[in-house]
């Protein structure tokens, strides 16, 4: 236990796999299979509130181990959000890419004050599939976005189905308003508009129907 929590904290967990990507499909909304870490085995990753609090279950035999993108932090974004109040973690995976493996969208940013933004985001980057099991990667490219107001949640898509991900991101606009900006693919990184796609209320933006389906369901393959 104290060695797989070192792990967890300094980011240097077991290395991926060599394995060819696998498909990779839905099960439902908020349930996506893959082979995050190039294992040969398919791997569930789990949203359930569709906000971006996912976390991946490994599966190992019969040994099932949880991880979530909070753990994706390395040694030093972890110390840096230890000073600060009402700091989250919101990731999501999609293969922006479009290599065949799995990838995690990670954002580490500071809630509103009441309805006044503040401008800290820690974290704001790409790691590039196939994972470690810490979700870690060796191939890491920076999102690059115009604001640094809180990541209220995230999702990635793929509405033009070119095997690409779009990534959604669900941003404080201040006033109690969530604005939606969508990222790309761009040279070693993501890049994410500078307008704003859509606006809504914080309670109303969770249900828009966007998300993991767009890779095609589990029972369809």
Not at 106 to 125: C, I, K, T, W
Not at 194 to 204: Q, R
Request: hydrophobic share 35%; proline share 3%.
């Amino acid at each position: 236990m104290i060695a797989g929590g070192l792990w967890l904290l300094l980011g240097t967990g077991p290395k991926p796999g060599d394995h060819a990507p696998m498909a990779i499909c839905a099960v439902g909304s908020n349930i996506l299979r893959a082979d995050v870490d190039a294992d040969g085995q398919l791997d569930e990753i789990h949203d359930q509130g569709g906000d971006g609090t996912s976390s991946v279950v490994f599966q190992r035999d019969d040994h099932r181990t949880t991880v979530s993108v909070g753990d994706a932090r390395g040694f030093w974004q972890k110390l840096r959000g230890v000073p600060e109040e009402d700091m989250e973690t919101r990731g999501t995976f999609g293969d922006f890419d479009g290599d065949g493996y799995l990838d995690l969208a990670l954002f580490y940013s500071q809630r509103d004050e009441g309805d006044a933004p503040r401008d800290n985001m820690v974290v704001h980057e790409v790691h590039y599939g196939p994972l470690a099991r810490d979700l870690s990667s060796d191939r890491t490219g920076t999102i690059r976005m115009k604001h640094s107001t809180f990541v209220y949640g995230v999702r990635a898509t793929d509405t033009n189905h070119d095997g690409r991900a779009e990534l959604q991101v669900f941003q404080s606009g201040g006033d109690g308003a969530v604005s939606r900006y969508i990222g790309r693919q761009d040279g070693g990184g993501v890049s994410v508009s500078h307008e704003e796609t859509d606006f809504y209320g914080v309670a109303d933006w969770p249900e828009l129907k966007l998300g993991w389906l767009d890779f095609g369901a589990c029972a369809d393959r």
